[in-house]
């Protein structure tokens, strides 16, 4: 089982920057991917970015050059700093983590979300 809090979250006039941090908890030591996701109310969740514990990132196209993805496997948290906040970025973000793939299977654990609320 993996435990997962995000932080960070907050209203932020549009051009501004937020730093969020997800710190994991329980069997760690079985997380290889994790990511952020996000979500508008009535829309679906959508990927944000991702990172690998040996630190290959992957961006959604909406976020490049905007957003950083990082982690610190010592500290066992994940980061997203955000710059350059736009309204449509507005949405509750999640951290992601999965499990090392184990005789073909693999787990994905959620945290319960932060509030990121950009206005115009």
């Known amino acids: 089982q993996v435990q997962l809090v995000e932080s960070g979250g907050g209203l932020v006039q549009a051009g501004g920057s937020l730093r969020l941090a997800c710190a994991a908890s329980?069997?760690?030591?079985?997380?290889?991917?994790m990511g952020w996701y996000r979500q508008a109310p009535g829309k679906q969740r959508e990927l944000v970015a991702t990172i690998t514990r040996g630190g290959r990132t992957n961006y959604a196209d909406s976020v490049k050059g905007r957003f950083t993805i990082s982690r610190d496997n010592a500290q066992n948290t994940m980061y997203l700093q955000m710059s350059s906040l736009k309204p449509e970025d507005t949405a509750t973000y999640y951290c992601?983590?999965?499990?090392?793939?184990?005789?073909?299977?693999?787990?994905?654990?959620w945290g319960q979300g932060t509030q990121v609320t950009v206005s115009s």
């Open positions: 329980g069997s760690i030591v079985m997380i290889n991917v």
């Open positions: 992601n983590a999965g499990t090392w793939v184990v005789a073909g299977h693999a787990n994905d654990y």
